[in-house]
């Protein structure tokens, strides 16, 4: 309808001068008019040219004045023509906000006597505001010290209408013609493709985006990781058993059995099957031995071990589980030097809060060789963690149950400006070595550290449960950047 009237207008006339009159004088709303005069001059058959004025328009506020007054007068109209009224009485008369702005702006035009009791200083007062807003309602102009005065008041804004002027472009016709966008079977069969006119194609434009899968943050943070690891030599371990024995997972660390990380309130113990068949009868002798009454210069818990306890099956709680069954199965071999690393889950059963979940990525390393030092172990570390942009370390000592010495790890965090812990490390014990049948001067170094904390860090999340599990936003999967860590 819109269209029909311009290009029938055009036909007649040589302008189309403002498209808001337009509009109006054909009962057209201009939003329409807008649309189709963009898309005529799309195809060239008319020509379009930016109309902009500005106006002025009320507040919600200011309508509120034009339809019931000023606030001044509103105040000045509530006072006694002869006598006086309280403040408190003229308050519950009138609005909280009327009756302040009204004290306000009467006593500054010096209508009224505020007192303890309010009385008026004139009989008669004319309500410029009102009236001024009402113009300004209607379309008409006022002067600029009133637009100052209203604007002041936040009676009024500023709106820029936006409109075009039209003329006839270079493919004008009274109608237009409709352009083929396909070749049909139809077309060909009636013969009709000869007269048809095929729009043109814009070999230019952007085809819809492809939709396509997205690696999610901790799969390119950890990916960096692998890539340092195998950079510095590392093997990486078989870490797809979720599922484990409390043997492996405890007590071939040399984690005492009435150690409160044992507890349900921290491990996730299984119903079915809940208990392990398979455990190596030789070693596990010699794991309960030391445990009980010591050995290799241990004098061990002193206490009596259960195997009931160690066959319970649980969702593992670290990631050294399957280093312990690693260095079991190197230990039956000639002797070799090796470096092994691991990224994967692990399960504890704790409160769910923005820094803790009870599902988590664990990585750790560990290397293997004869002579190691507690110098060799922060060699390592120096290494690893500076390809992770981490020069600056510190070292805590710290307690494990089954590394000795071992030490917490701390960096510099140049954005908080303090010291902030990464990660706990240490040298596994001959009490879970040497029973595995290592030599007595093999020695095993290891560290490890949450894959979450410096994914949160790398992508500015302050809440882990907005990176990991069911509440995460699938768009932070699509826009999230590539992972810089070790990219020189």
Known sequence: M?????????????????SGLFASQ??????????????????????????????????DEGKKYA??????????LAIPQEGSISKDELQKKLEPSVFKIGCSQAGKNKWVDMGKQVSR????????????????????????????????????????????????????????KKVATDLTRENLQRGDWKELEFKEYNFNAKGPPAEAGHLHPLLKVKQQFMNIFLQIGFEEMPTNNFVESSFWNFDAL????????????????????????????DYVQLVKRVHESGGYGSRGYMYDWKREEANKNLLRTHTTAVSARMLYALAKQPFAPKRYFSIDRVFRNESVDRTHLAEFHQIE??????????????GVLDNFFSRLGMSKLRFKPA??????????????????????????????????????????????????????????????????????GHKVDLSLIKRNPICRIGIN
């Open 365 to 378: 390393g560990l290397v293997c060789d004869r002579g190691l030092t507690l110098g060799d172990l922060i």
């Open 254 to 281: 040399f984690q005492p059995q009435q150690h409160p990380a044992r507890d349900s309130h921290d491990t996730f113990f299984l119903e079915a099957p809940s208990t392990t068949r398979e455990l190596p009868e």
């Open 26 to 59: 054909h009962c057209l709303p201009h939003n329409d008019v807008v649309n189709v005069i963009k898309s005529l001059h799309g195809f060239r058959y008319i020509d379009a040219q930016d109309i902009k004025r500005e106006s002025w328009v009320l507040t």
């Open 399 to 468: 307690y494990n149950p089954y590394t000795e010495p071992s030490m917490e790890i701390f960096s510099y965090h140049e954005g908080l400006k303090k010291w902030v812990e990464i990660g706990n490390s240490g040298m596994f014990r001959p009490e879970m070595l040497l029973p595995m049948g290592f030599p007595e001067d093999v020695r095993v170094i290891a560290w490890g550290l949450s894959l979450e904390r410096p994914t949160m860090i790398l992508y500015g999340i302050d809440n882990i449960r907005d990176l990991f």
């Open 121 to 176: 200083k004139v009989q008669h007062v004319e309500d410029k505001v009102k009236d001024l807003l009402i113009r300004v309602q209607n379309g008409e102009e006022i002067g600029k010290d009133d637009v100052s005065s209203l604007k002041a008041r936040k009676l009024i804004v500023a709106q820029t209408w936006k409109g075009y002027s039209v003329r006839k472009g270079p493919n004008y016709a009274p109608k237009r």
């Open 67 to 76: 339809a019931d007054g000023s606030p001044e007068v509103q105040l000045f």
């Open 2 to 18: 819109a269209e029909d009237a311009i290009l029938g207008y055009l036909s007649t006339a040589e302008e189309i001068p403002d």
